[in-house]
């Protein structure tokens, strides 16, 4: 065996006779047996310079077989070249780990659900037990804790957060004491999942969300693993900055969400039913079937005092969508305050108008008003349109009336006039009160042709007797195969029938009167 001056610096103990297996490292004899003995045993080619450590350090070796068999290893510090390779090969992984941390959480907005990828994505990437915790809802915490290769579990706690250094902090959305200034032992017993064991080292690190912390996240690591080092450290707060705009943004949405819910049911047209012995029925389509709401609406006003009528009131804002169910909120309201004067429809209208033009809005509106009380078997009508198409009233002999009633349309002009006629239905007939949407609804055979009056009156005449519900069914039901799956306005119709009833005295002088079958 023989060395140069740097060889000898490198591996003090090799002298010329020595044997290499005495004084070089196990890789570097098996590569050079390999070389010396060719044959069945011979380690096959690999891809790259062979590499090994040496005194803590990387070497690459590089053989050279001379002419008289022998071989010479030429030895290079290859320490720094490996460093930078496993930092970069790190800094791949957690790349890659944040991209699909983003993928993951983003493709939610169900605050649990990203709770559930937070605490299981970093107890299997980022320590031994995860916990997702949430802002407190009063004095209780929800937690989601999951162990690593297990599954995430909620729970709601009645805890003090600022018993725990620095969580109490994070939930507030500071930056918490560091790591490696808690002591494990004095974690909580709620903190450490069942099982979990001796806890080594702990992160506590806030989840930020949209302006608002949008929780914490603590991580945990077993005694027999590492400590968190600052870079770990560092890279968990990467980790929890995607988890946090994630929980924000399934809050904010959840959030966003039932306040439109609670507006929706506000806007939503009611459901009508029997009142006062008259019959009511009513159907709303909005021209988008992802929408809820549109420009079309209707409402019954049941009366104050039995024995007067009750008020309907069917309209159509002009546009459709949320900006147009923003004004038809505004008309039914407005119309709910003026009911004190139910019985004169041309006030009520006037004073809609001027409510509308005072108005930002620049939208205007079309309207029918019906008044509907029964008196005997008969249901007495008052009807007045404001630029709204006329009732139709369905006789019992399937004769198909136009009522005698026209106006202006609302909020256009600040002068308007109107006509009231009045009708009386007898037993099985019915009134009709419907918005343009349906005339004007493109599709027949060749998919141009509107649904029209006459083509509404024809499919009415055949309705003579039915219940009201009956009717608008199938006045719907025509509608709709008539449009096929082309774009619609908004379509509302109501129904007013005087049912085939007569009326009965209070049972036992206790109960006042009622209609019945």
């Known amino acids: 065996m023989r060395r140069n001056d740097a060889a000898g610096l490198l591996l003090p103990a090799a002298a010329p006779g020595t044997p290499l297996t005495d004084v070089a490292p196990d890789w570097l004899c098996a590569a050079h047996t390999a070389l010396s003995l060719p044959g069945p045993h011979a380690v096959p080619d690999t891809e790259g310079p062979l590499r090994g450590v040496i005194g803590g350090r990387c070497f690459e070796a590089h053989p050279t077989i001379r002419k008289d068999g022998s071989v010479a290893w030429w030895l290079v510090d290859d320490t720094d070249h490996q460093l930078v390779r496993e930092a970069l090969c790190m800094e791949r992984g957690r790349t890659a780990f944040l991209a699909k941390a983003s993928n993951v959480l983003l493709s939610s907005l169900n605050l649990a659900r990203c709770m559930d990828v937070t605490a299981q994505m970093a107890a299997e990437s980022l320590a031994d037990a995860a916990l997702a915790i949430a802002p407190a809802r009063g004095q209780r915490l929800p937690v989601v804790t999951c162990l690593r290769g297990g599954a995430p579990v909620l729970s709601t706690l009645t805890v003090d957060p600022d018993d725990v250094p620095g969580l109490g902090e994070a939930l507030r959305g500071f930056p918490p004491v560091p790591s490696r200034w808690i002591d494990p032992a004095t974690a909580p017993a709620w903190m450490v999942p069942e099982g979990f064991g001796p806890v080594g080292s702990i992160v ?6 949209h302006g608002v912390p949008a929780g914490a996240l603590i991580l945990l690591r077993r005694t027999e693993n590492a400590a968190f080092r600052d870079e770990e450290e560092v890279f968990a707060r ?3 900055a995607r988890a946090g705009a994630a929980m924000s943004a399934a809050r904010l949405y959840a959030e966003q969400s039932t306040i439109t ?3 929706m049911r506000e806007l939503l047209p009611p459901v009508l039913h029997h009142i006062s012995g008259v019959d009511f029925a009513g159907r709303y389509r909005p021209s988008a079937d992802h929408e809820r709401i549109g420009g079309d609406f209707y409402d019954v006003h049941p009366a104050a005092v039995e024995g007067e009528a009750s008020l309907v009131s069917l309209g159509d804002v002009c546009g459709k969508g949320l900006e147009a169910a923003v004004l038809t909120g505004k008309i039914r309201n407005t119309l709910h305050a003026l009911l004190p004067m139910a019985d004169d429809h041309q006030r009520m209208l006037g004073l809609l108008n001027t409510a509308l ?11 029918v008003l019906a008044s509907a009380v029964r008196r005997g078997n008969v249901v007495d009508l008052k009807l007045t349109s404001g630029g709204h198409p006329s009732p139709l009233i369905i006789r019992a002999d399937g004769t198909v009336e136009e009522a005698d009633t026209h106006g202006t349309l609302i909020g256009a002009i600040p002068n308007i006039s109107s006509h009231t006629a009045s009708a009386s239905l007898a037993p099985g007939e019915s009134c009709v009160l419907y918005t343009d949407g349906i005339t004007e609804a493109k599709g027949g055979p060749m998919g141009d042709a509107l649904f029209g009056e006459e083509r509404l009156k024809r499919a009415l005449s055949d309705c003579a007797g039915m219940p009201a ?10 509608a709709a195969q008539w449009l096929g799956n082309r774009p619609h306005d908004d ?5 007013i029938s005087a049912p085939r009833t007569h009326h009965l005295s209070a049972v036992n002088g206790h109960t006042r009167g009622r209609f019945t079958a």
Request: hydrophobic residues 55%; without cysteine.
């Open 357 to 367: 033009l005072s108005s930002h809005h620049t939208r205007f509106a079309t309207l």
């Open 204 to 209: 506590i690190t806030p989840l930020p969300g």
């Open 469 to 478: 519900e009956g009717i608008v069914e199938h006045i719907q039901m025509l």
């Open 261 to 263: 819910d609670v507006l």
């Open 238 to 240: 990467l980790f929890a």
């Open 491 to 495: 379509m509302a119709v109501v129904v």
